[in-house]
């Protein structure tokens, strides 16, 4: 008999934390909204204390969404719990998630107590949120580096108050897939109220054995996998939860489990949250990578050819994948433009439908051939509302071997246009140093990528920034056929939204509030 594994997906909470990684309201209610489409079990909508922003986004997807359990997490602290609670409410499944370190290293250095106290803490915080809320996870922080037996009475004195759900997580990811799945057999084996709960997996990539771990604690025993879309999150990230899902679909014959996920909206979901996030897919990513299904080698192509068995474990579009196609061109409509969209996953307003058109056109106008990745460029670099503080009008630049590197540069900041030129050392250079000029702003330039969308000589350019200022990172894409302006659109759309989460409204008590991967 098969049994369902469910997956609780953290991209809106975890991923978020990826340096440079942070969303706005639309963009979380966006992705929450496809991972509903996807059929998740559980969205882990946010951290509701941290901030009036992570505060509102929760409350709102659990108002928006109603086929997706909503969590919030809570630290073991009863005003942590009462601002989950306050956030999820109006969920029609809530969950509130809360947590405590249980390692002797946490203990000792982070939480500043001994075991009975832990011990108490749980005791207090789980019954208090299970009056709450009959549905409550507890998580056992850094339980890969806890004592087994002091991990035991934790687990059982939090499923004697009422928590449903158990977490066991890797942290740190420190643990090799033996050792993980080691924990969850002794749990399940020593844990005289185990039955009473679903045991859950959760674990990070430092030693790039998220996806394993994840495979190795449902082999025994856990029946809930939390993860994120592309493996976004702290530090190495997260566990990918397209690669669980397809590991256990494709490898069902071993593995007697299921779950309920679409796997078709796996490439359309992973898309949006690269574009959204400003982090890129690296190419050999498995499932969702842009060589995930490309086969170049003689052998593997003549394979190929014969059948696609031969050297394919899965298809392309099991996951939501098929070949880009030449659909659109210059004398395309509105109406077809959109149902384009709407095929690639992508439901707009009548405004931002008719700018996108817009930028559609003069695409169209430079470009021969439209491809479906030209599109998604086009959705990704549009600029969202929090973005328009700083905008683009115009550039030109002088290159060259010979040429003096010169960037005259025209930007609309809160509605009036300012022009400037610069010199660098390149066009690249000069162009952010006439911007910075303009801004007034000089911020550090920690990431600087480029990367072709489509072939040919007249493809868009993709450019990601990250910029840097003290404690607070932001990353973004900007996308043209012209690499320089592209490089122009990333830095202008990184610049703001680093403006923006410098100045949004955040709790003084909780403002520098980061919780790694519980």
Known sequence: MTEKIHIFDTTLRDGEQSPGASMNLEEKIQIAEVLEEMKVDIIEAGFPIASNGDFECVSEISKNIRNSTIAGLARAKLQ???????????????????????????????????????????????????????????????????????????????????????????????????????????????????????????????????????????????????????????????????????????????????????????????????????????????????????????????????????????????????????????????????????????????????????????????????????????????????NEHIKFVSLKVNAGSVEKHDAMMCLEIDGNKKTTESSGNGPVDATFNAIKEITQTNFRLKLYQIHAITAGTDAQGEVTVRLEDDKITSQAKGSNPDIIVASAKAYINALNRLIFKKTKSISNEVSDLKIEGV
């Open 80 to 386: 942590d719990i009462d601002r989950a609670w306050e956030a999820i409410k109006s969920a029609k499944s809530p969950r509130i998630h809360t947590f405590i370190a249980t390692s002797p290293v946490h203990m000792k250095y982070k939480l500043k107590k001994n075991k009975s106290e832990v011990l108490e803490a749980i005791k207090q915080t789980v019954t208090y949120a299970r009056n709450l809320c009959d549905n409550v996870e507890w998580s056992c922080e850094d339980a890969g580096r806890s004592e087994i037996d002091f991990l035991y009475q934790c687990i059982g004195l939090a499923i004697e108050c009422g928590a449903t759900t158990i977490n066991i997580p890797d942290t740190v990811g420190y643990t090799l897939p033996n050792e993980f799945g080691k924990i969850f057999r002794s749990v399940k084996n020593n844990v005289e109220n185990i039955d009473k709960a679903i045991l859950s997996t959760h674990t990070h990539n430092d030693l790039g054995l998220a996806v394993a771990n994840s495979i190795s604690a449902v082999q025994e025993g856990a029946r809930q996998v939390e993860c994120t879309i592309n493996g976004l999150g702290e530090r190495a990230g997260n566990a990918a939860l397209e690669e669980i899902v397809m590991a256990l679909k494709v490898k069902k014959d071993l593995m007697p489990f299921y779950t309920d996920i679409k796997t078709e909206h796996i490439t359309k979901a992973s898309r949006m949250v690269s574009s959204i996030t400003g982090f890129t897919v690296q190419p050999n990513k498995a499932i969702v990578g842009a060589n995930a299904f490309a086969h170049e080698a003689g052998i593997h192509q003549d394979g190929m050819l014969k059948h696609t068995g031969t050297y394919e474990i899965m298809t392309p579009e099991s996951v939501g994948l098929k070949e880009s196609s030449l659909v659109l061109g210059k004398h395309s409509g509105k109406h077809a433009f959109n149902e384009k969209l709407k095929e690639l996953g992508y439901e707009l307003g009548d405004n931002a439908l008719m700018e996108l058109f817009g930028r559609f056109k003069d695409l169209a106008d430079k470009k021969k051939e439209i491809y479906d990745e030209d599109l998604i460029a086009l959705v990704g670099d549009r600029t969202l509302s929090y």
